[in-house]
């Protein structure tokens, strides 16, 4: 798998990373063996979790790995912080005692002193940003976590925190900022994009295949074994299942048919390959799934079809 530097930082990053959000949920610990074991074979190195995942449980199961199916310094492996669920109401907290907090609890969970990567899950904007990026440099000085990055910041918040940080070189620098990029959604494009490119920061895409629905499985309804089906996931589904997703969805079965490719190798190869994109985390329910959505890696899109998909999704 095609290895790309995370900005102009000197992290490596296979352009396809491995998403945990439903392992120890959804995913169990032999499915999810089974799918980091085809990815590190398919030759993949960043795995993507939180400690919302799962209530924390994908860190645990990514921990239970580490040693058995996989050396530790063979993966990148990234965490989130700042961002909870409790009684299924959104919480954001970037204060610094929290997140410090938040990271030392991952650490234990996944068995090991540091991440490669620790992300603030989230802009709080009820917390002073030199609170929350001193929480980044305490980390990274301490050797918790050897990048840092961000996570679902518009672009003038990205601006600022990567302002700040480059402006003193004993402070952590943003390495990374991951956000949601897909044919159905590409907000990030009006600014985020070329925000990150002007920081020297790396995107990370998230939902490149807009939860699924870009596969084409939701064309003739909500599937009874699908992400839409299940209730804690189906809010997110919802949002994309309109007259214009509809739309989008069918030009990439087209695209599709006519290049001899699925639809998900077709959705996920433009979000790999769009300006900018330093790696596009995926996930699935299985390994045989995952393996499935790996093809993608022998395939590249025409521009002509590039183009196509640009026009009709704009």
Not at 27 to 44: M, N, P, S, V
Not at 196 to 215: H, I, N, Q, S, Y
């Amino acid at each position: 798998m095609e290895m790309r530097r995370a900005g102009t930082s000197g992290l490596q990053l296979s352009r396809l990373g491995l998403g945990t959000m439903t392992w120890g949920r959804d995913t169990d610990e032999h499915e999810a063996a089974d799918q980091c074991r085809a990815f590190i074979d398919a030759g993949g190195n960043f795995i993507d979790t939180a400690n919302t995942y799962g209530d924390g449980d994908s860190e645990r199961v990514i921990g239970g790995l580490i040693g058995t199916l996989f050396n530790r310094e063979e993966v990148v492996i990234a965490t989130k912080s700042g961002l909870s669920f409790p009684d299924g109401i959104r919480n954001v907290d970037a204060s610094r005692a929290n997140l410090i907090a938040e990271l030392d609890k991952s650490l234990v969970r996944l068995g090991t002193d540091f991440v490669d990567m620790w992300q603030i899950h989230a802009w709080d904007s009820l917390t002073p940003l030199d609170e929350t990026l001193s929480a980044l440099d305490y980390a990274y000085t301490t050797g918790r976590a050897r990048y840092v990055g961000v996570s679902n910041y518009s672009g003038w918040q990205l601006a600022r925190a990567a302002t700040k940080q480059s402006s003193n070189s004993m402070k952590a620098p943003i390495t990374t900022i991951q956000s949601e990029y897909s044919l159905l959604n590409r907000d990030v494009e009006i600014e985020l994009l070329e925000c990150a490119a002007d920081c020297g920061t790396g995107f990370l895409a998230w939902a490149p295949l807009a939860r699924g629905v870009l596969t084409g499985k939701y064309r003739n309804g909500i599937p009874s074994d699908s992400r839409g089906a299940a209730p804690h996931f189906a809010k997110h589904i919802e949002p994309y299942l309109d007259s214009r997703s509809a739309r989008i969805v069918e030009a990439v079965a087209v695209a599709a048919q006519g290049l001899g490719f699925s639809p998900l190798e077709v959705a996920l190869v433009w979000a790999r390959d769009a300006y900018g994109v330093t790696s596009s985390i995926i996930g699935a329910r299985t390994g045989a799934q995952l393996r499935g959505v790996l093809k993608s890696e022998e395939i590249s899109l025409p521009d002509i079809v590039r183009s196509a998909l640009n026009d009709i999704s704009a």
